[in-house]
């Protein structure tokens, strides 16, 4: 069982930048992939991105070109550095941790993109 704390959220302008940080506090398991879903009211959950490895990373279309997730394998913690923010974007993001036989997910965070 992973126990997943979500950091970063918060009201950003429209065209600023925002740091998701998600960390893996077991001491135990391994990971095959960590990264981001996103829910907005009334719309369906969308997977933003994902990291399996550094040569290895996913993205939303929505989102390709603007976030970038990367990983700190030492703090078990990975990262999603969003940049050029849109109103769209504005959503309860949820970590997740795939370790092939179980998803762990994270409490989530708010990010609210507005002027």
């Known amino acids: 069982q992973l126990q997943l704390v979500e950091l970063g959220g918060g009201l950003v302008q429209p065209g600023g930048s925002l740091r998701l940080s998600c960390a893996a506090s077991?001491?135990?398991?391994?990971?095959?992939?960590m990264g981001w879903y996103r829910q907005a009211p009334g719309k369906q959950r969308e997977l933003v991105a994902t990291?399996?490895?550094?040569?290895?990373?996913n993205y939303a279309d929505s989102v390709k070109g603007r976030f970038t997730i990367y990983r700190d394998n030492a703090k078990r913690t990975v990262y999603l550095q969003m940049n050029s923010l849109r109103p769209e974007d504005t959503a309860v993001y949820y970590c997740?941790?795939?370790?092939?036989?179980?998803?762990?997910w994270g409490q989530g965070t708010q990010v609210t993109v507005s002027s």
């Open positions: 990291f399996i490895s550094a040569l290895s990373t």
């Open positions: 077991a001491r135990t398991g391994r990971l095959y992939a």
């Open positions: 997740y941790a795939d370790q092939m036989t179980r998803v762990s």
